[in-house]
């Protein structure tokens, strides 16, 4: 049998783990939601399910891969009755990779422009209009969008092609070092700016009143979801790093370390964003529009705004490639694991495909914009998202969970013998309830509110 790659140190584990579960959703959507749910009420909330829903999937997914040594339908085959068919939802979560890395690609190709644009001074003296304009024009071109995607795809599997410890481990320790670093040097600035208390103030003290305007039930709900989607799980992306593990240490407590690094970086975000917003007087909107129309005019009236909204871009770039490289690395172990390929040959096969599968995405805001999969004005991008977020997220995590604690799949007993072995905090066994007959219910609950 031959020896599987394991990660060369904990840390390593650690970030790259966190360095795929942190991205662009941290960024843009975190700092969103808080300010649109009360501030820190929100947080509140968003902590409780983290520890309830996140913490306890992550472990699942993790015990899966380092019981398995495998990627997902390698593992689940390793691990399930004789006559099941668990290892067929292996499939669907190297469909989910592949489909969510038909936009992701896209995504940070647009964080890689606007870090050049910032570089080379396109944005000195912008105001709303010319930064609202400077983004559509890069939507409206196909040549540049595809440029900076295809250039994602070729560094990301150059650097898988190295393999796991000379590649995805060194280069995912060095983009989450630089990462943290410029998360304090941005933090440090904003603190600075004129009106950042109150921009703080907004964010993180609970306001009750704000809260119940938005519906105490519906700030609960966008807390579930937004604790739930920060991990990326379910479609195996985390699966992969606990088949390179040694069994040292106990999963809950790397879960939780990884949570914790994830929570950081986007509680981090919100500080660079709202003493922003509030000093300069503009709406945090949601979404693109606050990375891309909003914070460029920001940073364009900052002194020093040029190098300010370069280490923003440069932040935003690194937060969304070290997920890339991750699930990269899990689409390579897939074929590497079921078609028996060697590393190299996989990057190429892998990279080509990715490459001609992210085409789509590029041309849908342009060329293809008659392409409407949700109704209305949604894009390429939407529909991708849609598929990956609303639905193979929340089904594949209810099924790891539903084969982690049922007598038809691996059975608690063998996840709870796995997830405890190493030193470290273990999961005690009076949670068994919890996790077969409400766990499951908030898994429905959210994957019902993402359908409607």
Same mark, same amino acid.
């Given at each position: 049998?031959?020896?599987?790659?394991?990660?060369?140190?904990?840390?390593?584990?650690?970030?790259?783990?966190?360095?795929?579960?942190?991205?662009?959703? *941290?960024?843009?959507?975190?700092?969103?939601?808080?300010?649109?749910?009360?501030?820190?009420?929100?947080? /509140?909330?968003?902590? /409780?399910?983290?520890?309830?829903?996140?913490?306890?999937?992550?472990?699942?997914?993790?015990?899966?891969?380092?019981?398995?040594?495998?990627?997902?339908?390698?593992?689940?085959?390793?691990?399930?009755?004789?006559?099941?068919?668990?290892?067929?939802?292996?499939?669907?979560?190297?469909?989910?990779?592949?489909?969510?890395?038909?936009?992701?690609?896209?995504?940070?190709?647009?964080?890689?422009?606007?870090?050049?644009?910032?570089?080379?001074?396109?944005?000195?003296?912008?105001?709303?209009?010319?930064?609202?304009?400077? +983004?559509?024009?890069?939507?409206?071109?196909?040549?540049?969008?595809? +440029?900076?995607?295809?250039?994602?795809?070729?560094?990301?599997?150059?650097?898988?092609?190295?393999?796991?410890?000379?590649?995805?481990?060194?280069?995912?320790?060095?983009?989450?070092?630089?990462?943290?670093?410029?998360?304090?040097?941005?933090?440090?600035?904003?603190?600075?700016?004129?009106?950042?208390?109150?921009? /703080?103030?907004?964010? /993180?003290?609970?306001?009750?009143?704000?809260?119940?305007?938005?519906?105490?039930?519906?700030?609960?709900?966008?807390?579930?979801?937004?604790? +739930?989607?920060?991990?990326?799980?379910?479609?195996?992306?985390?699966?992969?790093?606990?088949?390179?593990?040694?069994?040292?240490?106990?999963?809950?407590?790397?879960?939780?370390?990884?949570?914790?690094?994830?929570?950081?970086?986007?509680?981090?975000?919100?500080? @660079?964003?709202?003493?922003?917003?509030?000093?300069?007087?503009?709406?945090?909107?949601?979404?693109?529009?606050?990375?891309?129309?909003?914070?460029?005019?920001?940073?364009?009236?900052?002194?020093?705004?040029?190098?300010?909204?370069?280490?923003?871009?440069?932040?935003?770039?690194?937060?969304?490639?070290?997920?890339? @490289?991750?699930?990269?690395?899990?689409?390579?172990?897939?074929?590497?694991?079921?078609?028996?390929?060697?590393?190299?040959?996989?990057?190429?096969?892998?990279?080509?495909?990715?490459?001609?599968?992210?085409?789509?995405?590029?041309?849908?805001?342009?060329?293809?914009?008659?392409?409407?999969?949700?109704?209305?004005?949604?894009?390429?991008?939407?529909?991708?998202? +849609?598929?990956?977020?609303?639905?193979?997220?929340?089904?594949?995590?209810?099924?790891?969970?539903?084969?982690?604690?049922?007598?038809?799949?691996?059975?608690?007993? *063998?996840?709870?013998?796995?997830? *405890?072995?190493?030193?470290?905090?273990?999961?005690?066994?009076?949670?068994?309830?919890?996790?077969?007959?409400?766990?499951?219910?908030?898994?429905?609950? @959210?994957?019902?509110?993402?359908?409607?």
């Amino acid at each position: 049998m031959e020896k599987r790659e394991n990660f060369a140190s904990r840390l390593g584990f650690i970030l790259v783990s966190a360095g795929c579960a942190i991205g662009i959703g *941290n960024v843009w959507r975190f700092p969103t939601v808080t300010g649109e749910n009360g501030g820190g009420v929100f947080v /509140l909330f968003y902590l /409780l399910f983290l520890v309830a829903m996140g913490v306890p999937v992550l472990t699942m997914e993790l015990a899966v891969g380092r019981a398995g040594r495998g990627s997902a339908a390698k593992a689940y085959k390793a691990l399930e009755p004789k006559g099941s068919v668990w290892h067929l939802h292996g499939w669907v979560c190297l469909l989910g990779c592949c489909v969510l890395m038909m936009y992701y690609t896209t995504v940070n190709g647009w964080m890689m422009s606007y870090f050049v644009k910032f570089l080379t001074g396109t944005f000195e003296g912008a105001n709303a209009e010319t930064s609202g304009a400077a +983004f559509n024009a890069m939507l409206a071109n196909p040549g540049e969008m595809g +440029f900076f995607m295809a250039l994602t795809v070729v560094l990301g599997f150059i650097v898988c092609s190295f393999g796991l410890q000379n590649g995805v481990e060194r280069m995912g320790k060095w983009m989450m070092g630089a990462l943290l670093v410029l998360i304090l040097v941005l933090v440090a600035n904003s603190l600075t700016l004129a009106n950042a208390g109150e921009g /703080l103030r907004f964010y /993180l003290l609970p306001d009750w009143q704000r809260a119940s305007e938005a519906g105490i039930a519906n700030v609960a709900v966008a807390a579930m979801n937004q604790s +739930f989607f920060t991990l990326s799980l379910g479609i195996g992306a985390m699966e992969i790093f606990g088949s390179y593990m040694p069994r040292k240490f106990t999963l809950p407590g790397e879960a939780v370390r990884i949570c914790a690094l994830d929570t950081l970086v986007a509680i981090s975000a919100g500080l @660079i964003i709202f003493p922003a917003c509030f000093t300069f007087g503009v709406s945090p909107d949601s979404g693109p529009n606050l990375i891309f129309v909003t914070l460029p005019n920001v940073f364009a009236n900052l002194t020093g705004g040029r190098v300010w909204g370069s280490l923003f871009f440069l932040f935003m770039t690194f937060a969304s490639f070290t997920t890339v @490289i991750a699930v990269f690395e899990n689409i390579l172990a897939c074929l590497m694991d079921n078609f028996g390929l060697a590393r190299n040959k996989a990057s190429i096969i892998g990279g080509v495909f990715i490459l001609v599968a992210s085409i789509p995405c590029v041309l849908g805001y342009n060329l293809w914009s008659f392409i409407t999969p949700l109704g209305g004005t949604s894009t390429v991008l939407d529909g991708e998202d +849609f598929l990956v977020s609303n639905l193979l997220l929340p089904i594949g995590s209810l099924v790891y969970l539903l084969f982690c604690v049922t007598r038809w799949g691996w059975g608690f007993d *063998n996840y709870l013998a796995e997830a *405890n072995a190493g030193e470290g905090p273990k999961l005690p066994r009076w949670l068994k309830p919890y996790f077969q007959f409400i766990l499951p219910v908030l898994i429905v609950v @959210i994957l019902v509110c993402g359908l409607i």
